[in-house]
């Protein structure tokens, strides 16, 4: 916090004073003035042009490869043409990002199973964004007109009719006329002449002016939903890159539990097996020499095997607990808590349990988040709810710790977060500084049996 306050601090306080001094205005009269409004306005005014040769282009193409599908020329001319369009489309999203502040994705690319101009043109052919960005030249040209004329006309009229008591003087002295005809026929005619009509035209040009920024905003509106819509990824590819992603989270975490399994064997189990091994072999060799001796080993070898058997036991349990395959959540989830080191006050309210796969990850998830506790929240009671809402199974953690847990920066709840990620499920952590710790994770239901 030093740092940022000594950077606003110094040579740019002049810049922050003069930026708080704008911010402290409304944001209906500083709207006028604001870059975004212009860049948005400059959206509107480039998207006329744009949308005419869209608009020409996809037509022209399109129409000359439908009227040549009776001769092969036609396919080439029809790719050629959807292929120009994805082009367009890249463009028009980098103008949206530029503009707009936009940020859309690139859509899937084609995708060939050969190669060659044949396979490149059934791609382009079968491709929907080929097909999408076809739509958005057609569409994107009516509206860029509708929109051009209701923002020039605002914007002109606006700042028109707000500078008119500056320019006013134009009409007695170069046009033969009071001022500004309102009203004229036959027989009469209204101007804009004196004091009080220069005043009221003025305000009502204040109140196009002002509301010119919010009516430009809502135009553009209609065009980020065009490039988000027809331009970016469709929800299919999004959906598949983001299993893409979760699988590659399930490799390496599948990954790092055998790692975790093998070495917990081979430092743990297997080491003190090895031991046994060698000591059952000595008490062996003294049996006959020395009986005393042989034996205090054996009884050495018998508390050596026990505490083998209990970190297998361990380790099983960190595989998938028995008490958890019998029982179920609400019985293994007690068993965690009575391990824990502060008390835990368990509540498991479900009808039926839900599949394996989906109870093991609240199960750990449960396991991992107590042994926070026990490890940094310096707690003295901790609460743990299970339920279910309609097709999501709720867990909740929640302890009186001095809290400032974080789930990014790589650690252990950002793991933990991945892992949920990956089975479309959600971890919010609420964690204040000074406490409670509220951590709930939010996994998809599928049930498979009724609790027994």
Not at 62 to 72: E, H
Not at 223 to 242: I, M
Request: proline content about 4%; charged content about 20%; hydrophobic content about 50%.
């Amino acid at each position: 916090m030093a740092t940022e306050y000594g950077q606003g601090y110094g040579h740019d306080s002049g810049l922050a004073f003069t930026e708080g001094a704008r911010r402290r205005l409304p944001a209906g009269l500083r709207a006028p003035f604001e870059g975004r409004s212009w860049r948005e306005f400059g959206y509107v005014l480039l998207s006329l042009p744009i949308g005419i040769m869209l608009f020409v282009y996809a037509v022209t193409m399109v129409s000359l490869g439908a009227g040549l599908l009776v001769t092969f020329l036609g396919i080439p001319v029809l790719a050629a043409g959807l292929a120009g369009c994805r082009g367009f489309g890249a463009l028009e999203r980098a103008r949206a990002r530029g503009l707009l502040g936009l940020e859309v994705g690139d859509p899937e690319p084609l995708r060939m199973r050969k190669s060659g101009v044949m396979a490149w043109m059934g791609a382009v052919l079968k491709s929907g964004t080929s097909w999408r960005a076809l739509l958005y030249a057609l569409v994107q040209f009516p509206w860029s007109v509708f929109s051009f004329v209701v923002a020039v006309n605002f914007w002109a009229y606006g700042w028109g009719l707000l500078t008119y008591p500056l320019w006013f003087w134009l009409f007695p002295m170069y046009g033969g006329q009071g001022g500004l005809q309102l009203y004229g026929d036959g027989s009469h005619s209204i101007y804009l002449d004196n004091p009080f009509e220069i005043t009221v035209t003025a305000l009502v040009g204040l109140l196009f002016t002002l509301a010119t920024p919010w009516i430009v905003r809502a135009l553009t509106m209609v065009d980020r939903v065009l490039v988000h819509g027809l331009l970016g990824p469709s929800r299919l590819a999004t959906r598949v890159v983001e299993l893409e992603s979760d699988r590659g989270v399930v490799v390496d975490t599948a990954a790092a539990d055998l790692r975790r399994i093998e070495r917990d064997l081979h430092d743990g189990a297997q080491a003190r097996l090895v031991a046994l091994a060698m000591d059952l072999g000595l008490a062996k060799e003294k049996l006959a020499e020395d009986p005393r001796a042989a034996a205090r080993m054996v009884d050495e070898a018998h508390g050596e095997v026990k505490t083998a058997l209990q970190e297998l036991r361990d380790l099983a349990r960190g595989i998938h607990p028995a008490v958890l395959t019998d029982r179920g959540l609400d019985a293994a989830l007690s068993a965690v808590a009575s391990r824990c080191t502060v008390p835990v006050q368990v509540e498991v309210d479900l009808a039926e349990r839900p599949a394996p796969a989906i109870e093991g990850i609240a199960y750990f998830t449960v396991s991992e988040l107590l042994q926070n506790i026990s490890k940094h929240a310096r707690a003295t009671w901790a609460a743990v709810d299970v339920w279910r809402v309609e097709s999501r199974l709720m867990v909740q953690v929640v302890d009186n710790g001095v809290g400032g847990a974080d789930a990014s920066g790589g650690s252990g709840l950002g793991g933990l977060a991945e892992r949920l990620d990956a089975v479309d499920g959600i971890l919010v952590v609420d964690s204040p500084v000074g406490g409670p710790t509220r951590v709930t994770a939010e996994l998809p239901w599928r049930g498979e049996r009724a609790v027994g």
